[in-house]
Nanobody
């Protein structure tokens, strides 16, 4: 079993950047495919980005494509989400997710492990 802890959220002006980190413990992150999801107030949790355990496969939601980048450092047992050109509609709690196969980390319902979330607010 793996425990996930997100950090790096905060308040930023629209157009600014933030880098979220997800630190894993309990088991090596290299054994999991990883993803980021987000949940805005009053909305369902939605997929943002995913990366395979080797880092060779990545999937990015259309809503953030060209602005957000997912990466991982298995030696540091961590996954990252670089967010550039932030918009007010990116405001949400961002969650790190892990799964034993790539397909399960693409959908909220099948994710196996969740972090507690970190809040991102992009002000206009």
């Amino acid at each position: 079993q793996v425990q996930l802890v997100e950090s790096g959220g905060g308040l930023v002006q629209a157009g600014g950047s933030l880098r979220l980190s997800c630190a894993a413990s309990g088991r090596s992150v290299s054994t999991y495919d990883m993803a980021w999801f987000r949940q805005a107030p009053g909305k369902d949790r939605e997929f943002v980005a995913a990366i395979s355990r080797g880092g060779d496969i990545r999937t990015i939601a259309n809503s953030v494509k060209g602005r957000f980048t997912i990466s991982r450092d298995n030696a540091k047992n961590s996954v990252y989400l670089q967010m550039n050109s932030l918009k007010p509609e990116d405001t949400a709690v961002y969650y790190c997710a892990a799964g034993s196969s790539y397909s399960v980390i693409l959908k909220t319902a099948t994710v196996e492990y969740w972090g507690q979330g970190t809040r991102v607010t992009a002000s206009s």
